[in-house]
């Protein structure tokens, strides 16, 4: 019977809680514990705490517990059903369990802690229960930390897109840049999205009012939803999307040049990397492409107005913009389409290029995030749902508190 008192402690058994008799089949391997409540126990209603209620009935119901070495365990209890002088018959809530859960706190803390790092349908497999009730078990648990997360400190937010399935199905992220936390996850690219995130955020304590600064890419979507839902807030473009719009345009001006130069073929790294970042054949390579004697490569001036653009990151804000101007004006009258094309559209995200002197946010972490979603998607080959798919994104990058037993 010494064995009832262990389980009773490693349980957290309190009056009028006990363990009354243990079953252990070594062919079945399998650990039951039959618990019960003392007679005359009284519990807490669940509705408005009051103390000393008396069981009215009660019904028998099982739970999954933590295996007890190789075994499989099992706790059953009769719940009762208390009578309150209040809120009449309530169904008493049991310290070990949820409400409706088929799995005691500690099975469910351990189900969180291994979809952290591996495919539910993996954990399904460790723990011989079926995924359909393991995905249910951790809705309901993200559901319940997300419903506690305070917002209420939240100042800038990074806005992101991520595929949920290949080529369609996109979420749009939001990131706390302070916390480096997922904030929501919804699905579709839409400017309603923001909207939708506007709406948790005042859900969760934070005000709209307070947001200060988003970072996003410049999708028009995003931009536009950003003005309704957030008008006071600036709005920084990503420097690396940014970037990259000069990236592509030195790469469209190597392929349609390369037609006529075939020392360009097999060149496209040399001049989409950081130079630090070649080899240094790469470099050598480079370096006689752009020897202004020789070639007089379209390709070699797209790159050095490209160069000219990395530049500007590094300007002292006071000589951002008009470095800015001078740099737009020189790649305008290029005569290289792609570039051209480039710095119109600068020029049409001009005060968002030039807030990031001011706000010196990126989208860094919240790519960061997205990598981190996207390689547990990877590890589960992919998911049924969208809503799988955002529940593990919560899970992983979320930063809930999950109020379960450690
Ligand atoms: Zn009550």
Redesign the pocket.
């Known amino acids: 019977m010494a064995e009832r008192g262990l389980f009773e402690r490693a349980l957290g058994l309190q009056w009028p809680w006990r363990v009354k008799r243990t079953e252990f089949d070594a062919a079945e391997c399998r650990l039951d514990l039959h618990l019960d409540f003392e007679p005359g126990g009284t519990f807490d ?6 103390g000393g ?1 008396k069981a009215h009935d009660a019904s028998p119901k099982r739970w999954r517990h933590l295996d007890f070495f190789q075994h499989r365990a099992y706790l059953h209890a009769r719940v009762p059903r208390l009578r ?4 009449g018959v ?1 169904q008493a809530k049991v310290p070990w369990a949820e409400p409706g859960s088929g799995f005691t706190l500690w099975f469910e803390a351990l189900v969180v802690a291994l979809a952290r790092e591996m495919p539910v349908r993996a954990v399904a497999r460790l723990t011989g229960e079926h995924d359909t009730r393991l995905w249910r078990l951790l809705k309901r648990r993200v559901g319940r930390a997300r419903a506690e997360a305070d917002f209420s400190s939240v100042r800038a937010v990074a806005v992101d897109e991520t595929a949920c399935r290949r080529g369609h199905d996109y979420i749009t992220l939001f990131a706390d840049l302070d916390r480096s936390r997922l904030l929501y996850a919804t699905p579709g690219r839409t400017a309603s999205v923001v909207s939708l995130f506007r709406e948790d955020l005042e859900a969760h304590g934070g005000r709209a009012g307070r947001i200060r600064d988003l970072c996003m890419d410049m999708s028009a979507a995003y931009m536009k939803g950003a003005r309704e839902a957030f008008p006071e807030a600036g709005i920084t473009f990503d420097r690396f999307h940014v970037q990259r719009l000069m990236n592509r345009a030195v790469d469209e001006v190597r392929r349609a040049e390369r037609k006529e130069r075939p020392e360009l073929n097999r060149t496209r790294y040399l001049w989409l990397k950081r130079r630090d970042r070649l080899t240094a054949s790469q470099r050598e390579r480079l370096d006689a492409l752009l020897d202004p004697a020789g070639q007089g490569l379209k390709t070699a001036f797209a790159y050095r107005i490209k160069l000219a653009f990395e530049a500007f990151w590094d300007l002292p804000p006071r000589l951002a913009e008009i470095y800015l101007e001078k740099w737009c004006s020189w790649a305008a009258g290029s005569g290289l389409q792609p570039v051209t094309d480039a710095a119109k559209t600068i020029r049409k995200h001009w005060d968002g290029i030039l807030l990031w002197f001011r706000s010196r946010i990126t989208n860094g972490m919240i790519e960061g995030i997205n990598s981190l979603v996207q390689a547990a998607k990877a590890r589960a080959r992919g998911y049924r749902t969208t809503e799988h798919f955002i529940t593990i994104a919560y899970l992983v990058c979320g930063k809930l508190d999950f109020k379960l037993p450690t």
């Open positions: 209603c669940p509705s408005c705490g009051r209620c309150c002088p209040a809120c309530k």
